[in-house]
């Protein structure tokens, strides 16, 4: 369970929009934030300066919000990432998620909500409109099991890298894993993120669908 407060990086290059994040983040005091920025390499900076447990970042910003994200979580691979986009493209959504993002939140959701969504995504959950949902369904009903990947030793893991993902393919929770590993639930979900990265999968169940030998 991340520490109270949840100390949140809001990075979008439009200045009323990151005081209306702002203002819907913080009226949950579990939440306070501790960073602003106005494009892609104010974020970064931010990021790796004050280590926050999650990053809302606008898709569109200068320097790439997917480019962002993909810096972030691989730097930081215990800060959860949140998209928050007006963008319904399929290639953003997909893209994103590739990239590390746990969420992909649209700028026309009830902002109320928003807490509750970005706890959820710090929870294990993936903060993602239910209108997105069938498309991400149909990205894996045509790239599933008909194009599954084989995951060998080029792609460099680690060995306990390997061990993770062979408890993972076998469908172990992050919480089981780290009893059997003797290690907390936060390493376990760095050692996942790391995975997602180095096999360029969007989430856990892509990484139980993947072959691998090792």
């Known amino acids: 369970m991340t520490s109270l407060p949840i100390r949140v990086l809001i990075a979008d290059d439009h200045a009323p929009t990151r005081a209306d994040l702002r203002e819907a983040v913080e009226q949950d005091d579990r ?81 109320d909500r928003l807490p509750h969504a970005l706890m959820d995504t710090l929870n294990g959950g993936a903060a993602i409109p239910r209108r997105l949902m069938s498309r991400i369904v149909e990205e894996f009903r045509d790239h599933g099991p008909r194009r599954r990947a084989v995951v060998t030793d080029r792609y460099d893991l680690t060995s306990r890298e390997w061990e993770v993902l062979g408890m993972v393919r076998q469908g172990m929770t992050t919480s089981q894993i780290a009893s059997r590993l003797f290690v907390s639930r936060a390493t376990v979900r760095s050692h996942v993120a790391a995975l997602l990265k180095k096999l360029n999968v969007p989430d856990r169940e892509a990484l139980r669908c993947l072959d691998a030998d090792g």
């Open 31 to 111: 939440f306070c934030v501790v960073a602003e920025a106005a494009d892609g390499a104010g974020a970064v900076e931010a990021a790796l300066r004050e280590r926050p447990d999650l990053c809302l970042l606008d898709i569109r910003m200068p320097g790439s919000g997917i480019a962002v994200t993909r810096e972030i979580t691989s730097r930081l691979p215990g800060t959860k990432v949140v998209m928050i986009t007006v963008s319904l493209d399929d290639d953003d959504l997909l893209d994103a998620l590739r990239a590390g993002a746990s969420g992909y939140l649209l700028k026309d959701s009830d902002l």
